[in-house]
Nanobody, 124 residues
């Protein structure tokens, strides 16, 4: 069974940085898509960034504007999201997810397995 566990969230001041991690176990070859989503209070879950496990092609939501970098470490079965120049609007629970199929995958229902999320809170 595929399991994802996020870590690295926390409370940070505006302008600060965080590196979110996602440890993956039980991943199968077909689960080539990896992604980060976020959900702020009262809002729908939104796509942040995605990456292909094989090949490493990446794609981002427009709002990331170069502040977010997604990466993966195949040997460690881990996914990362580096977030710089954090803003209060970035406050949300951040989720990693995986699913089958080709790229890009920007809709939450295109992902099959999800982590429990890690809270990021940015103070002004």
């Amino acid at each position: 069974q595929v399991q994802l566990v996020e870590s690295g969230g926390g409370l940070v001041q505006a302008g600060g940085s965080l590196r979110l991690s996602c440890a993956i176990s039980g991943r199968t070859f077909s689960m080539n898509n990896m992604g980060w989503f976020r959900q702020a209070p009262g809002k729908e879950r939104e796509f942040v960034a995605g990456i292909a496990w094989i090949g490493g092609n990446t794609y981002y939501a427009d709002f990331t504007k170069g502040r977010f970098t997604i990466s993966r470490d195949n040997a460690k079965n881990s996914l990362y999201l580096q977030v710089n120049s954090l803003k209060p609007d970035d406050t949300a629970v951040y989720y990693c997810a995986t699913g089958p199929g080709g790229l890009p995958r920007r809709q939450a229902d295109e992902y099959r397995y999800w982590g429990q999320g890690t809270q990021v809170t940015v103070s002004s």
